[in-house]
């Protein structure tokens, strides 16, 4: 495809690259994106005349025709031609990455490769000569207030850099929301690209590596094989609670204690890394994905991973763990804020369960008590830029927050078959259930208390209107996962109060909200005692505009209990009604808006999880997400580089992780549901549209150490089988 801005990362380790082509540069740290400098990287061939050729990640130089690139789940391709010699040029960076492998996929370090081809035939361009038998390539960097060396170990050439980083977020080109004081902190910084074949040589006056390559037909002959290593054993977290400080240094300097350690690992152990980070690569591969959608996959798992922190403290303080694991929230800079996590949840349910589970103990440590309900609310996130510290956001969530850990929580619990956390957290569960009846002031089945949430670019009645019905259903979800964990951890005494409010407050909601076609955003429309969130203010109006509108929220906290295989709480047909409405009334040019009232207020991964829940309550057709691939097109040419945006326009949520939502197609492709602790025993059941061929990976009961991931198949004659099973699965029809 064209080339666009492109991120790979590395998981927890922070090591990136965003290769920015229209810049001609790449945005580079070990640190990662905003604690990175613009790198100069000087990748190509020179021709038999002597003319240079380059990739146009350096603004030196002669770009190659027609530079494209090609990208997979855990690395990307860029190819480019020689018209005058009639050559195809290819470099492969490859990013490690095989489920519940820590040790492989925090070691900092990328993959390398590059090859010559020859050609037939460039369009219908005349070559000066023949082909070549052989060329020069070559690697250049240079990067400011870096120390960069050129050397020789052994038969093994290489270019260093030595270079502190700052560990202050700083927003270039307007990308970031925080405006954060630098407070001096660095971390020093060693990185090092070495040569595989042992003919390559260094070039110290250019800061690079050449060497002659054989050109040779596609799938044979000699690639250039490079790694590129990085390490710091400086702390790059800083813990603050109950007046005490620590520090985090990355879980990497747990595996090795220098980059010479990482490298000789990264070699020696290079062949084993690629063939199980390609084993699952070619297992995405196998899903029936439109070309759209396979693309925004792979952008923003990379988008993800390079908002990761996988840290171990250097001290013990009050009751964190010794091991902290946390997601940046991209451009905002927030620490594993927990309504981005909840749309995450399909990376961690069905790739990596353990993850969740560092988050799900470290929330509960950020909270405010709540005295009227003998409850408590969670923070909004951990911390802001690399500051662990509690809530950084301007505003609480009560309501929302609640019941994202909540819903994680069940999910995590059932689909894991782990009850130790749901036993561990029992307090914290009830304490959460209390704050959240007490919200439901008038006993209508809505909360009309801690109402402000998350979709802080919407209209009033979309973001902090009482009574909302999006919060309604949500919260009814939310406090029955409350009582099925507290009946798991043997508090069925506290469930069961719980389960009745429940089952009075459904009727009243459907009652009150239901407008013929569609749910109503809310079920109070008057603005009397209303306060902006922003502001404290109150609104200037006696009536909230759209309060009546189509929403694409309705049903955004039933997708996590269908995956568990919970029932349905609300009217099915209703719901699939106020889907298909709301998608027809807020649908632009890159998808649907928040409401029929800001249709430009387009929240990609908001878009991904709509269309999940859709498939789950059994809508044949699947999205093609074409628009939403458009915006990161759009976002990501020209003189912009957002990585992924989950927003348009009118705001700026950037190089975002919370777009990993769309790894949840391969739960909802196969319509898979897992429950571990059903009654009769573990429960998996699968129900994908028999109207055409297909193959999904079902990740999610996948045997990684065993290297065995089941597969459901449907054939062209509709008929479903599974391949290499693993657990017991039912097949249904929808």
């Known amino acids: 495809m064209q080339l666009i801005s492109w991120t790979v990362a590395r998981l927890g380790s922070r090591f990136?690259?965003?290769?920015?082509?229209s810049q001609r540069q790449v945005r580079h740290s070990a640190l990662g994106r905003f604690l990175d400098e613009p790198l100069d990287l000087a990748v190509g061939l020179v021709e038999p005349d002597g003319r240079e050729l380059v990739l146009p990640f350096t603004k030196h130089g002669e770009v190659f025709y027609n530079p494209e690139q090609f990208e997979r789940f855990n690395s990307i391709t860029y190819r480019a031609y020689s018209k005058r010699y009639k050559l195809r040029f290819e470099f492969n960076i490859h990013s490690l990455f095989y489920p519940q492998n820590d040790k492989l996929c925090t070691m900092p370090v990328f993959y390398l490769e590059m090859r010559v081809n020859p050609m037939k035939q460039v369009r219908w361009t005349k070559p000066v000569d023949r082909t070549p038998s052989q060329v020069k390539l070559f690697l250049r960097i240079n990067r400011p207030n870096t120390l960069i060396n050129v050397g020789q170990l052994g038969d093994k050439s290489y270019v260093s850099l030595d270079y502190r980083s700052r560990l202050t977020p700083r927003n270039d080109g307007e990308h970031g929301q925080l405006e954060m004081v630098d407070d001096g902190r660095t971390a020093q910084v060693q990185e090092r690209i070495i040569s595989l074949n042992a003919d390559a040589a260094p070039d110290a006056g250019r800061n690079g590596l050449s060497i002659t390559l054989p050109v040779t037909e596609v799938g044979s002959g000699t690639k250039w094989r490079l790694v590129w290593g990085a390490y710091t054993a400086d702390p790059v977290l800083q813990f603050k609670r109950d007046g005490q400080t620590a520090t985090g240094k990355f879980h990497y300097t747990q595996f090795w204690n220098s980059l010479d350690e990482v490298l000789h690992d990264a070699i020696t152990t290079r062949d084993e890394g690629l063939a199980l980070s390609r084993r699952v690569e070619k297992s995405v591969e196998q899903t029936p994905l439109r070309q759209a959608q396979r693309h925004l996959l792979h952008q923003t798992f990379q988008n993800y991973l390079a908002n990761t922190f996988w840290c171990n403290l250097d001290n013990p303080v009050a009751d964190l763990p010794s091991q902290w694991f946390s997601v940046w929230e991209g451009s905002c800079y927030f620490h594993s804020t927990l309504d981005v996590e909840y749309n995450v949840a399909p990376f961690y349910l069905g790739l990596w369960p353990d993850l969740l589970a560092k988050q799900l103990n470290q929330w509960p440590l950020f909270h405010k008590v709540h005295a009227p309900s003998k409850g408590i609310y969670l923070h909004h996130d951990a911390g802001g830029g690399t500051i662990v510290s509690g809530q950084a956001y301007p505003h609480d969530m009560p309501?929302?927050?609640?019941?994202?850990?909540?819903?994680?929580?069940?999910?995590?619990?059932?689909?894991?078959?782990?009850?130790?956390?749901?036993t561990a957290q029992s307090e914290t569960v009830e304490q959460l259930a209390n704050y959240l009846r007490w919200t439901d002031r008038d006993d209508s089945g809505f909360p009309s208390e801690g109402i402000a949430n998350t979709i802080d670019d919407g209209s009033p009645a979309i973001q902090f209107s009482r009574k909302q019905t999006y919060l309604a259903i949500k919260r009814l979800a939310g406090m029955r996962a409350a009582a099925d964990l507290l009946t798991i951890a043997g508090k069925a005494d506290c469930a069961a109060p719980l389960n009745k409010y429940i089952t009075q407050a459904v009727p009243r909601i459907e009652q009150a909200a239901w407008l013929g076609d569609h749910y109503a955003i809310t079920a109070d429309s008057s603005t009397t005692g209303l306060v902006d969130a922003w502001t404290d203010q109150p609104l200037p109006f006696e009536e909230l505009t759209g309060w009546d509108g189509y929403s694409i929220y309705t049903g955004n906290g039933l997708l996590l209990p269908l995956m568990t295989g919970q029932p349905l709480m609300f009217d099915k047909s209703r719901l699939i009604t106020d889907l298909l409405n709301a998608n027809r009334e807020t649908l632009g040019a890159y998808g649907c808006g928040h409401s029929s009232n800001d249709p430009d207020n387009v929240w990609i991964s908001q878009n991904l999880w709509r269309d999940q829940l859709a498939r789950y309550l059994g809508l044949q057709k699947p999205a093609e997400g074409q628009d939403y691939w458009d915006l990161q097109t759009m976002s990501n040419t020209g003189d912009i580089s957002l990585g992924f945006v989950d927003t348009y326009i009118g705001n700026n949520l950037s190089f975002y992780p919370r777009g990993a939502a769309s790894l949840g197609i391969f739960f909802a492709g196969p319509r898979l549901t897992i429950d571990r602790l059903?009654?009769?025993?573990?429960k998996f059941t699968v129900a994908p549209d028999t109207h055409f061929p297909q193959r999904w990976p079902l990740m999610a009961l996948a045997d990684w150490k065993a290297g065995k991931i089941p597969i459901c198949v449907v054939n062209n004659a509709g008929k479903i089988s599974i391949e290499s099973e693993?657990?017991?699965?039912?097949?249904?029809?929808?």
């Open 16 to 21: 990136s690259l965003l290769f920015e082509p």
């Open 399 to 422: 309501v929302e927050e609640n019941c994202n850990y909540l819903l994680l929580l069940q999910a995590y619990t059932r689909i894991t078959g782990q009850t130790n956390i749901a």
């Open 678 to 682: 059903a009654p009769a025993g573990g």
């Open 726 to 734: 693993t657990d017991p699965i039912t097949i249904e029809k929808v």
